[in-house]
């Protein structure tokens, strides 16, 4: 039973300038509610019920927007708005939720690093505060994952199939299929270029990992961009224990990318039964203004 989740949210955001210069990335609204809550949400769905939120100086919004406001609550119950109240206090009902500050931006790696004592010696969730995992029917990944590791231990990463072209954005595994979904992993590299990476699975956000991770981490040493990256850590971890990589059924949805930013909100939006008729009236429109879409552009 996994019941901790660590979610990194303390990167500066670079990508999403100048939307991110105040506020942090996480907090970027699709649809109706920041990117941030739908990953603690994903995790209080899966049955964790304590979270722990890295941040970094000038990113406390994300703990106001977590934390009780009683005046706020107060308000929206003199007013009758009982519903909105509901959505702000069911999340805080369902899990316990910290925070921690990441002293020096010293990449992913070190972030998660921050989370050692309140890991513990369980096996955790860790999911990036920046990446919405979109399912269409049960078990969402993060769920696919943990039976994963119910039915065979060890620790347990999500990945998916990318373009070649691609690879050089994410961490790569190397490894032995073992199912169809299910590949045991030998190997991890970070930010590979296209002709050296050892295949096109990509990391994708999500990781449950063994108290040793922590103790693969304590010893990595800063990696590609002179961070301490995860990967490297992971890439230890899988020579000591065993490492699955899980390939699940979804979408990513990776808000710090502007062009996925854009896709996230019109496909979350299609899924909002008030909006799905009007959204899809516009697209038909801007398909006939702009004329129809050059397949050979599409990001795959
Ligand atoms: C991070 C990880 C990378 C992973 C990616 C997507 O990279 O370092 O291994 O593939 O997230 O989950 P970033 O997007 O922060 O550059």
């Known amino acids: 039973m996994i ?17 991110s210069k105040a506020i942090p990335k996480e907090l970027i609204p699709v649809v109706d509610k920041p990117t941030i809550q739908y990953v603690v949400e994903e995790a209080v769905a899966a049955g964790i019920n304590e979270i722990l939120i890295i ?15 009683p ?19 069911s999340l805080q009902e369902k899990a316990q939720i910290h925070f921690i500050y990441q002293e020096e931006m010293k990449g992913l790696g070190d972030a998660v690093l921050c989370a050692r004592d309140f890991a ?4 955790v969730a860790i999911l990036l505060g920046d990446t919405i995992l979109h399912h ?7 769920e696919g994952m943990m039976e994963v590791h119910r039915n065979r231990g060890g620790s347990v990463i999500a990945v998916r199939r990318v373009p070649r072209q691609r690879v050089s954005q994410y961490g790569v595994i190397s490894g032995q299929p073992i199912d169809p979904r299910l590949t045991r992993i030998q190997g991890m590299v970070e930010k590979p270029k296209p002709e050296e990476a050892p295949s ?4 994708s956000a999500r990781y449950l990992v063994t108290p040793q991770l922590f103790e693969c981490l ?13 990967t490297d850590a992971l890439d230890q971890l899988c020579r000591r224990e065993v490492v699955y990589g899980y390939e699940f059924d979804g979408i990513r ?48």
């Open 120 to 123: 513990g010696q369980e096996t």
């Open 136 to 142: 269409a029917s049960p078990p969402s990944p993060l």
């Open 253 to 300: 949805l990776d808000i710090g990318n502007q062009l996925e930013y854009i896709k996230s909100n019109l496909m979350l939006g299609l899924h909002e039964p008030a909006m799905r008729e009007a959204l899809l009236q516009f697209m038909a429109e801007q398909v006939s203004i702009h004329g129809s879409a050059n397949p050979a552009a599409s990001e795959g």
């Open 218 to 230: 304590a010893d990595t040493l800063p990696g590609v961009g002179g961070e301490i990256q995860i």
């Open 71 to 89: 005046v706020l609550e107060d308000l929206l119950r003199q007013k009758g708005r009982e519903s909105s109240l509901e959505t702000l206090k």
């Open 3 to 19: 019941r901790k989740a660590i979610i990194p949210a303390a990167g500066y955001g670079t990508r999403f300038l100048p939307a």
């Open 200 to 203: 096109l699975l990509a990391v």
């Open 55 to 69: 941040i970094s100086r000038g990113k406390e919004a994300i703990c106001s927007h977590f934390n009780p406001d």
